[in-house]
DNA sequence: CGGGGCCTTGAGAAGTTTCAAATCGTGTGG
DNA sequence: CCACACGATTTGAAACTTCTCAAGGCCCCG
């Protein structure tokens, strides 16, 4: 039996945190470090496919995506599934939770991912002392908030071959700025047709012939269980979407 | 030419807020409504069909809906429009732009809309000095975020029969818990079926072939610019959904 | 009385799903 | 080492859903 899910202590201190290196993401004050070293309780780690969270269970914690790739979902009762939003890292997990009593989607793992725990209970203590932090939390929100509405106006408006347009362009330029690709490799999107198909709102089948169609194009190559960018412009100009450029970016 | 959208000074302190009145919404401590009433720089008056914030621009207010019923869209290049979300009384507006430089979307009111004008520089002091108002900040991002997770499983994997039946049920709800529907007449939504359409990822036709088979199910009944749920139990079942129930609910 | 906005309906075209089946590569057990 | 099962991708064809085009009715307002 292989293992799923751990969770171990602390290994890698704030002040080294990997995520901090990168650009595109902002700095922490001394004090804010000392805060979120405190914050933080523990790493877990989950091996592809695994879940993170499940919807309808009460979540004691909160996590920071560290490495990895994994995606937020609902299922309706007869099985059917929307595949939400990516999580990449950098990003928070498990907000929601906190506010409505049962977490509200699950999350499951694309890639090894490992994750930064932290302590639900904790987040009072980070709004009464650490206004900066609260109003990152915020933005952070927020930011879940717009890529939601891209979605859902490339669902509900745009054709199938834009859809997939934008999908993979979109998800290309965030794993560009989030510095997720692995060093030197080719810059491959860890996914399933299944995957894509889930996320679009499409069937399988019409997927799989979207997605021929964009690789006769040219634009994309599809892998075994992945996808490579070839064109990023072109898929912008197909899809009728351009990334919104970020300042530096808050994490947590 | 008729007035469209007019700013007007503070007339209604926030002790008499109409909003804290209901039930639903929590209480604010005399400590937070010192605060807020500073916070607040106007009321805002919008007829139907007028444009309280614009995608593109720069917007230095914050809103919160005190009576009426809005809409939050994108449009694409060529004119489709995708409606995101509603906005009723309670439900902040413009929160998105304080992040992003430029607004991601446009908002526009549905009927006579009133706001509660907030100056958004001030939203550093509200961080810095008032974290239980902080914290509401979030949980109103986060609930936003949870319909929007909702509303996208809807667009993706959902029938129109059920697409329909689904958001007609989310909007009768929620204008019952937040009291917008007039006293004692009966409860109508107050939307074309071009808003349906735009809200559902349909085309105008295939809409009003929908909404007609809910009507003759007696589900519902459309009116002239209107819609008023009669069975909303039934509406459930088909859309195999069911309302969260919240605890009282923060606003700003 | 005319115009415009909104709802309604029919019919053919286009897009999408479902069913069915074949290929390919990988990993496992015999 | 081979046979086999399995997951992922691919393809074809028929059925179904949804869109587009076109037009008519209704009601309110100027």
Redesign the interface.
């Known amino acids: 039996m292989v293992t799923t899910k751990s969770l171990i202590p602390p290994r890698i201190p704030c002040d080294l945190c990997p995520i901090g290196r990168r650009p595109h993401f902002r700095n922490f004050t001394q004090e804010e470090l000392g805060f979120v070293q405190s914050f933080k309780i523990g790493e877990l780690s989950v091996d592809p496919g695994a879940t993170v969270i499940s919807e309808g269970e009460r979540h004691p914690q909160l996590y920071t995506v560290l490495t990895g790739w994994g995606y937020?979902y609902?299922i309706?009762?007869?099985g059917?599934?929307?595949i939400?939003n990516y999580v990449l890292p950098g990003d928070l997990v498990g907000?929601?939770g906190?506010?409505?009593a049962e977490m509200?989607?699950s999350v499951e793992a694309l890639t090894r991912l490992t994750l930064c725990t932290f302590e639900r209970d904790k987040?009072?203590t980070l709004?009464?002392d650490h206004?900066?932090l609260?109003?990152d939390?915020?933005?952070i929100?927020?930011?879940?908030?717009?890529m939601?509405?891209?979605?859902?106006?490339s669902?509900?408006?745009?054709t199938a071959l834009e859809r997939a347009a934008y999908l993979l362009a979109f998800l290309d330029t965030r794993a560009e700025m989030t510095g997720v690709f692995v060093e030197g490799g080719p810059n491959i999107l860890p996914l399933t047709q299944q995957h894509v198909a889930?996320?679009?709102?499409l069937s399988l089948v019409h997927t799989n012939k979207t997605l021929r169609k964009l690789a006769d194009m040219g634009m994309v190559r599809w892998l075994d269980r992945g996808c490579e960018v070839l064109d990023q412009r072109r898929l912008f100009d197909l899809a009728?979407w351009r990334p919104?450029k970020?300042g530096p970016r808050p994490f947590i």
Not at 198 to 201: A, F, K, N, R, S
């Open positions: 937020r609902k309706l009762e007869d059917r599934r929307q939400l907000l929601q906190n506010l409505m509200m989607h987040l009072t709004f009464r206004p900066s609260a109003y939390l915020t933005w929100a927020s930011r879940e908030e717009s939601l509405d891209e979605h859902l106006l669902i509900g408006r745009r889930d996320t679009l709102g009728g919104t970020e």
